[in-house]
Structure formats: structure tokens, C-alpha cells
């Protein structure tokens, strides 16, 4: 692996929100060779993906553009986590962003820790009256600044609140180790993806690191879906993808 981290974005007509997203991505001429951003188009119908050639001819050292059908949200990871050349992988939906500045703190201290996951902050915001506003801020909820070994943990003893995988960047030899398949054209396939974390790693590092914006209230969003028979359906695909997991 030739990279400490990659960024994995999948995208699906995402035109309005892309470049805010990737835009946060960009980093610095000395951080360029440590970062590796794979943006998979999958089956994007509007401009998404003239927007991610545009970024991958300015910045080649950094953005590595997929073209695929469509699939959904978890065929993107399985790409992602495939192809990924980083020492660490982390994954950024592409209505969401970086701070920029954290980014690139991140970046530095991924440098000096070698452990099993990296756990920061994720911050939600939501659009009222046409411009955003801060909903949650989980900033008291970790040990921020600690290492925790999980192994000599009781499993109630762990901070499982974690367990988002927009708050984590995982080492990422001990993920695919662990041979996760995400679910293909569903919703909610980050339960499974969550709970994968908790059988892989070992090691964590808790940074206070204001890093991830998670953006509520687009329309057509997952997050906001009427509770119908489909969305149960897409749970109880997740559960029984979880269960051949463990089984396995």
C-alpha cells in the first residue's frame, strides 16, 4: 500500500452537493502523496460525474474516478474497500464534507499512531429557511485523546457510541481481513458495516477532531424515508447479511 489513507465517496446524483464535498478533500502539496480519494459514480444520471473528472485532471495525485452501474450504496464500499491503496480507509458520503483543516490534522496524526481505527467527531447539520443550521454535536459522548485496547474490555465496558461509520477510518488490511459484504441496492446497509468494526478491530483512537459534517434533510434522503414495508425490508436484509457473517 502506497498511501496512508483512502477516502472512499460514492455518488449517485449528487451534482448539487459534489463539489462542497470533494472540495474538502483537497489538501496540501506535502499531504498530496499520503492521500488517495476514490469517488465511485454509480450510474449517475446528471452532471456528478463531469464534476468528479473536473477534480480528478486538476488534482490526479489525489482522485482515482470509478464509473459503474448502478448498484447502491454498499456495492460503492465493496469497490471502495477493494481497490482502496491506503494504510487506512475511511468513507464519506457525497452530500457530506470534511472540515478541511481537521482533515489535514487527521492526516498528520495517522503518521504517528498504528492502530486498528481511528474515531472522531461527526457534527449534523440540517437546512431550515434556506441556510443551515447545527443540530447535534457529539462532542462529550468518547475519551477523546485515549487509546482503547477493546479486547481487554467487557463488551459493556466499550464506548459503543462509536459505532457510526462516518465517525471512523479503519486499518485497512484488519477490515478486509474480516471480509465484510455490504448489501447491494438498499438502504441501511451501515448496520451491518458498524457491527463489522466491532469483530475487526482491536485497537482504537479516540481524536478530538471536529471532522465530519453530516448533512440532514435533503430530499430523498434514507435518513428521511416514510417506515413502509420496503424500508423494513431493507433492515431485515441487513440483519440476515449480519447473521451470514457471524455465521461464516
Not at 90 to 116: A, I, Q, R
Not at 158 to 168: A, G
Not at 218 to 237: A, E, N, P, T
Amino acid at each position: 500500500m502506497d498511501k496512508l489513507l483512502t477516502v472512499v465517496v460514492p455518488v449517485y446524483n449528487m451534482e448539487k452537493y459534489l463539489d462542497r464535498c470533494l472540495s474538502s478533500l483537497v489538501v496540501s502539496n506535502e499531504l498530496m502523496t499520503q492521500l488517495e480519494v476514490i469517488v465511485i459514480n454509480d450510474g449517475s444520471t446528471d452532471g456528478s460525474l463531469d464534476i468528479m473528472l473536473g477534480y480528478s485532471k486538476k488534482y490526479q495525485e489525489i482522485f482515482n474516478i470509478i464509473d459503474k452501474k448502478n448498484g447502491g450504496h454498499g456495492s460503492c464500499w465493496n469497490v471502495g474497500l477493494k481497490e482502496a491503496r491506503g494504510k487506512y480507509v475511511s468513507f464519506l458520503d457525497s452530500d457530506d464534507w470534511y472540515d478541511n483543516t481537521e482533515f489535514c490534522e487527521l492526516l498528520h496524526t495517522m503518521k504517528k499512531n498504528d492502530v486498528d481505527a481511528f474515531v472522531f467527531r461527526r457534527v449534523q447539520y440540517i437546512i431550515e429557511n434556506q441556510s443551515y443550521r447545527k443540530l447535534y454535536d457529539n462532542k462529550d459522548d468518547l475519551p477523546y485523546g485515549e487509546t482503547v485496547y477493546l479486547q481487554d474490555r467487557q463488551f459493556s465496558e466499550t464506548p459503543t457510541n462509536f459505532l457510526y461509520f462516518q465517525r471512523m477510518a479503519f486499518r485497512t488490511q484488519t477490515f478486509r481481513e474480516a471480509n465484510p459484504h455490504f448489501v447491494e441496492g438498499i438502504s441501511y446497509d451501515d448496520i451491518l458495516f458498524t457491527l463489522v468494526a466491532i469483530y475487526a478491530i482491536k485497537t482504537v483512537k479516540f481524536l478530538n477532531l471536529v471532522l465530519y459534517y453530516y448533512f440532514i434533510g435533503r430530499q430523498g434522503q434514507s435518513i428521511g424515508m416514510k417506515y413502509d414495508v420496503k424500508r423494513v425490508d431493507f433492515h431485515i436484509l441487513s440483519i440476515e447479511s449480519l447473521y451470514d457473517f457471524y455465521d461464516k
